[in-house]
């Protein structure tokens, strides 16, 4: 038996540093031993099969992370969540997904669960009408006027809000389109 997991890879291909391209990744993955491999954008997305008993997400992960620190000589943080997680991700959702644009709705994705007294802490009342919901091993985040210019975006960033934790945020465009590519077939 197989399943399907989608890849995460955190902070590779931008400004020009940590070039990961997607053709020599899915070379890896299948060196690897997996199968089905695709790739989704530039930005280190990608989706497998892999054998029930490869010992889950973490297993599947730290696999990668060591394939590619061998093949590009840089270690990259990676996230694997299978398809029914991200289905369940893409369900919880505690914003209106089908009325906001893609940029407009992000899910950040943790390696585990966030500090609750380090999230309480945020001024949430200073970033309206931005906000953030927190779900399983996720920070959903609704940014009307887009992540980059986001205020709530700059304080998630700060290194100890999530701290010993791996987090990387793809918008909710990119997450539909995993939840597709991980269906079971």
């Not at 997305?45 to 696999?63: C, K, Q």
Request: one cysteine or more.
């Amino acid at each position: 038996m197989t399943a399907r997991y989608a890849v995460l890879l955190r902070g590779i291909n931008v400004g020009g540093a940590r070039k990961v391209p997607m053709a020599r990744l899915r070379e890896v993955l299948a060196d690897l031993g997996y199968d089905d491999v695709v790739t989704y954008l530039q930005s280190g997305n990608a989706v497998l099969s892999a054998p029930t008993d490869a010992g889950g997400e973490e297993a599947v992960a730290a696999r990668i992370e060591a394939g590619i620190e061998k093949a590009f000589g840089f270690r990259v943080e990676t996230l694997v969540r299978d398809g029914a997680h991200l289905r369940a991700v893409a369900d919880a959702c505690p914003f209106p997904a089908a009325e906001l644009q893609g940029k407009q709705l992000h899910v950040t994705f943790l390696s585990g669960a966030p500090d609750a007294e380090r999230l309480a802490a945020v001024d949430t009342a200073a970033l309206l009408p931005e906000e953030f919901r927190t779900g399983d091993r996720v920070l959903y985040l609704y940014t009307p006027d887009g992540l980059g210019r986001s205020r709530l975006a700059q304080v998630l960033a700060r290194p100890s809000l999530f701290q010993g934790l791996v987090a990387t945020t793809r918008n909710w465009n990119t997450v539909a389109k995993l939840v597709e590519m991980t269906r079971e077939r």
